[in-house]
């Protein structure tokens, strides 16, 4: 005899009903998503951070699909060579030096945008920081820089360009947080911390703007081939720390590309996406923190107590990781981010020089 339940319907057709029922939601609003993507030819897009790393990735993403691009860094050097390296590729570039811990200058910035343009259609908030090294190296003033480049400096951002953004009752903010707002690593506390609190005012943002029609989107990256690392700050044993993470980032499989990553955020922008998470191995590590958190901090407490340098060297004095060499980084077992280094304007002309007289170089084809 067959179980059944509400006056006699057997289970399992109540449960196969339920289950189409779910799975026809699902088309259904994967197909309105689709639907409601929207198209960024001629919008207009800034970029903060964009001079290099990620930041510049994603401003080429945007310049293929048309949009009107600005690019805003604190080093106008760098800021210019970018720039140059958008215009070369067909992209209309407006560059404007500018410190988003700076409130008056971000002002100043959206302004100059505005006067320019006209309107400001996306806002992608992916300037940061990253300083590595062990917590007893970490001094208050790190984690006042952290909170200040990865929080405050977004948020000067975000508030800067909300009255624009209400007054035409669209546009669109993506916030580049990180896997680090899922699961606090070693030897990245504050790093972390800011990363964090990026991802709950982002998370926030998105309830409270869509009454605006101000559209919010989180990107949460795990590890990624920028070649950013040379240009991270490392204290402590700082050659050590410099070639864990140097390695770490070049994984390959464990790691995403830049170009793949700036493919999945405008994508993720286009459609409106509430929140994602780059990167497969950061998908399980954001999963196994959330159903377990004890164990996912116990292992990190392994890997930070067997794995990861002591304190020492230079104590908490700061060393960039271009001036960390060691014989593993750069190596051949870098070279996947040397190679990223190098198309993503993560070394000055005047580095390439010093890192060819040291035996190395990462030309890529």
């Known amino acids: 005899m067959h179980s059944t339940e509400d006056g006699g319907a057997p289970a399992w057709r109540n449960a196969l009903l339920l289950g189409a029922a779910g799975v026809g939601a699902w088309l259904t609003w994967r197909t309105m998503r689709r639907l409601g993507e929207v198209d960024l030819h001629d919008k207009v ?76 259609d996306v806002v992608i908030n992916n300037a940061g920081i990253i300083g590595v090294s062990p917590e007893q190296e970490m001094t208050l003033a790190d984690y006042r820089l952290a909170m200040d480049i990865n929080f405050y400096g977004p948020l000067h951002v975000i508030e800067a360009v909300l009255p624009h953004f209400r007054q035409r009752r669209e546009g669109r903010l993506v916030n580049i947080t990180s896997i680090g707002a899922w699961a606090s690593v070693p030897h990245l506390i504050p790093y972390c911390a800011s990363k964090y609190a990026f991802r709950g005012l982002s998370e926030g943002l998105r309830a409270e703007l869509a009454a605006d029609g101000i559209v919010v989107t989180t990107i949460c990256p795990g590890l990624m081939r920028t070649g950013s690392p040379r240009n991270a700050d490392f204290k402590g ?77 230079i104590g908490q004095a700061r060393a960039k990781g271009k001036d960390s060499a060691s014989p593993l980084a750069p190596s051949w077992l870098t070279i996947l981010t040397e190679w990223a280094a190098e198309r993503n304007n993560e070394i000055a002309p005047e580095e390439r020089e010093q890192t060819a007289a040291s035996g190395f170089q990462a030309t890529s084809s």
């Open 45 to 120: 897009a800034l970029v903060t951070g964009g001079s290099r790393g990620l930041g510049l990735v994603l401003a080429r993403e945007l310049a293929s699909e048309g949009a009107h691009l600005v690019i805003c860094a604190r080093d106008a050097e760098e800021l210019d060579r970018a720039a140059q390296d958008l215009a070369g590729r067909g992209a209309r570039v407006l560059a404007v030096p500018c410190d988003v811990t700076d409130a008056g200058q971000v002002r100043a910035m959206i302004d100059v945008v505005l006067r320019r343009w006209g309107r400001l």
């Open 237 to 313: 044993q700082h050659r050590k720390e410099y070639t864990w993470f140097a390695l770490g980032d070049s994984l390959p499989g464990f790691t995403m590309s830049a170009e793949e990553a700036a493919k999945r955020i405008i994508l993720a922008c286009k459609r409106g996406e509430a929140e994602v998470v780059l990167s497969l191995p950061a998908k399980a590590l954001a999963t196994c923190n959330a159903l377990f958190p004890g164990l996912t901090a116990d292992l990190m407490g392994l890997i930070n107590r067997f794995v990861l340098p002591g304190p020492g060297g």
